[in-house]
């Protein structure tokens, strides 16, 4: 009970100090008239009773007039005393986080009225001179207790410690907890005081989130190993059929009519084009499945690589394809050749009949992105196709006019979006397309020499 | 100058369940310029009881080549590997990986079975025949094997 005068001395201690100099002070003053009157009435030879009676009220009046002066400053003093004690007040009673102050042996000794309202209480006496083990559980408590504890011994405050509680009736809430040590006027610890908000709706939905990001992840590679399994076992019996109709074809030719040939041709056809539709899902699955982690490469390095892959259709179509200086980006390299080898080739291929291939690749830097163009002098295509184009297997040409699966731009994009960037399309018809894309800088380096 | 010095005919262990490649496969082999003579078998149990000359292949010749599949029933064509050589009769029989998958996995897995080549088979019939004289061109033409 000893802390209990602790209590007191913090609420109360000032104002009694004030109000018992206020007595004192004047009481003093006339008795020191008093005395003064009576010696110079020793002295000068006046009567000393006479002298005692001026002395006694010129005393009073004195004693009047400073204890007006003191009352005034002890009043205001307590107004102003009174002012700030009403601003805590309206702050730790309304305020709604848990507010707290506890004694040395970690007993609460003053708390926000919100703090009341989360333990089910109505006034503060309830809780008042209890420890947490009386409205937490013994686990919790004893946690409590210890780190209020080690604050009192360093002085080291415990700044927005996420905690979770666990209620009696095995309800969970989540709080974001601030302890430091109480002081008093002279600076010594005698406690501690703590702050404890509620946070259980955002712990929830972090918690929320994480599980849902789990859960997209583990979805995410489900469908990529069943797309490569699928691409891969699909092969088997697609080249039985192939081969096959095909060994029909080269075994009984000229013994069958002329119907049965068409026949044939058309299965063959219908094969081989299921074969390369295979081979490009099982491309457009790897992308995931081999992706390598990104690392520092020189663009310009992937280009030349790329180039030189193309040698043969470039020298054909006689294309003219220059370059801008390219920079070191984070990537991986043969996603990166397969990213530009898609592109020049589609820009080789879809080249206007009468003009070689105009091809030019350029770089502009921007903070730590780069924007990387593929611009070329082809037919172009209608802008109200940018985005169908990306999609997997869409194509905006009969097979008879121009070769392909359609997957080459929609593997561009996986790419893209596995590099972190962005790729989009400008187009006029009959006069060009230039792709774009973002890729993210490597670390301290821009262009190489 | 190639030396035709084959005057036997070679011995080749086809080791490969489904019946439609190994019909392609004969097919092909068929224009081969050196005789030949193909054993098959469907898994890699029996595989391994051919090389052994277990029963019920205890009559069987040495094969002077094996094409081997990789996904076999009951013991698969890697296990084949491992096995074939690891035993100082059979590490000499030059195997000749011919499967399915292109997968870069496999692909390194079977070179580390020291595998002396690996095929992916191809799917255009044409090609497919093409692929199985080179082999017949390389191994047993232009290549010196150990005699048995």
Redesign the interface.
């Known amino acids: 009970m000893m802390n209990w005068a602790v209590d007191h001395r913090i609420n109360h201690g000032r104002g009694a100090r004030l109000r018992e100099s206020a007595l004192l002070l004047p009481a003093l003053i006339l008795l020191i008239c008093v005395a003064l009157t009576a010696l110079l009435a020793e002295t000068t030879g006046y009567t000393t009773i006479g002298a005692i009676a001026w002395g006694a009220l010129f005393g009073m009046v004195l004693a009047y007039v400073v204890g007006l002066i003191t009352r005034r400053v002890t009043l205001s003093r307590t107004a102003a005393h009174s002012w700030e004690r009403h601003l805590f007040d309206i702050l730790l009673n309304s305020i709604p986080d848990a507010i707290y102050f506890k004694d040395s042996e970690s007993r609460f000794i003053r708390t926000s009225k919100a703090m009341l309202w989360k333990h089910a209480m109505n006034s503060e006496e309830e809780l008042l001179g209890k420890t947490d083990f009386d409205i937490f559980s013994e686990q919790h408590a004893r946690q409590a207790f210890e780190d209020e504890q080690k604050i009192i011994a360093t002085g080291n405050p415990l700044i927005g410690v996420e905690e979770m509680e666990t209620w009696a009736d095995g309800r969970i809430t989540w709080a974001s907890t601030s302890k430091l040590p109480l002081r008093d006027q002279q600076g010594k610890i005698i406690g501690t005081f703590g702050i404890s908000r509620d946070i259980t709706e955002r712990k929830n939905a972090e918690q929320a989130l994480e599980r849902r990001t789990e859960e997209l992840a583990e979805a995410n590679a489900r469908l990529q190993e069943f797309a490569y399994i699928a691409s891969?076992d699909l092969?088997?019996p697609?080249?039985?059929v192939?081969?096959?109709v095909?060994?029909l074809e080269?075994r009984y030719r000229g013994q069958l009519d002329q119907e049965a040939d068409e026949f044939i041709a058309y299965a063959v056809d219908g094969a081989?084009r299921m074969?390369a539709l295979i081979q490009g899902l099982?491309e457009y699955s790897r992308v995931g499945t081999?992706g390598k982690p990104l690392t520092p490469i020189a663009l310009e390095h992937v280009l030349a690589h790329t180039l030189k892959n193309l040698e043969i259709p470039i020298h054909d179509s006689e294309a003219l394809i220059t370059h801008d200086a390219l920079p070191i980006v984070m990537g991986d390299e043969l996603q990166l050749e397969q990213l530009l080898q898609n592109l020049i080739s589609n820009a080789l291929k879809f080249k206007r009949a009468d003009t070689p291939p105009c091809i030019h690749i350029s770089a502009c830097l921007e903070g730590d992105h780069c924007l990387i163009s593929v611009q070329d002098n082809g037919i172009g295509f209608d802008m109200k196709y940018k985005d169908r184009i990306f999609a997997m297997f869409q194509r905006l040409h009969a097979r008879s006019e121009y070769t392909g699966t359609g997957i080459g731009l929609a593997v561009c994009r996986r790419i893209v979006e596995r590099h972190n960037g962005n790729i989009w399309a400008e187009s006029v018809v009959g006069s060009g397309t230039t792709f774009y894309f973002t890729l993210t800088l490597a670390q301290g380096g821009s262009t190489n020499d | 100058m190639i030396d035709m010095t084959w005057a036997r005919p070679v011995d080749i262990l086809m080791v490969e369940d489904?019946p439609?490649?190994v019909r392609?496969t004969l097919?092909a082999l068929k224009e081969c310029k050196v005789r030949n003579m193909v054993y098959t078998v469907d898994d890699g149990e029996k595989a391994m009881q051919f090389l052994r000359r277990e029963a019920p292949y205890c009559e069987v010749p040495r094969p002077d080549l094996v094409i081997l599949d990789l996904n076999l029933p009951r013991k698969d064509g890697r296990e084949v590997l491992e096995e074939m050589k690891a035993d100082p009769e059979l590490r000499r029989i030059p195997v000749v990986v011919l499967t399915?998958?292109?997968?870069?996995e496999d692909i390194m897995r079977t070179y580390d079975c020291h595998a002396n080549c690996y095929i992916t088979?191809p799917?255009?019939?044409?090609r497919?025949a093409e692929v199985v004289q080179r082999i017949e061109d390389f191994w047993f033409v232009i290549v010196k094997l150990p005699n048995k």
């Not at chain 2, 399915?100 to 870069?104: D, K």
């Open positions: 891969h092969q088997e697609l080249r039985m192939a081969s096959y095909k060994l080269k081989n074969q099982l081999e | 489904n439609g490649d392609l097919e399915t998958s292109s997968a870069e088979k799917v255009d019939l044409d497919f």
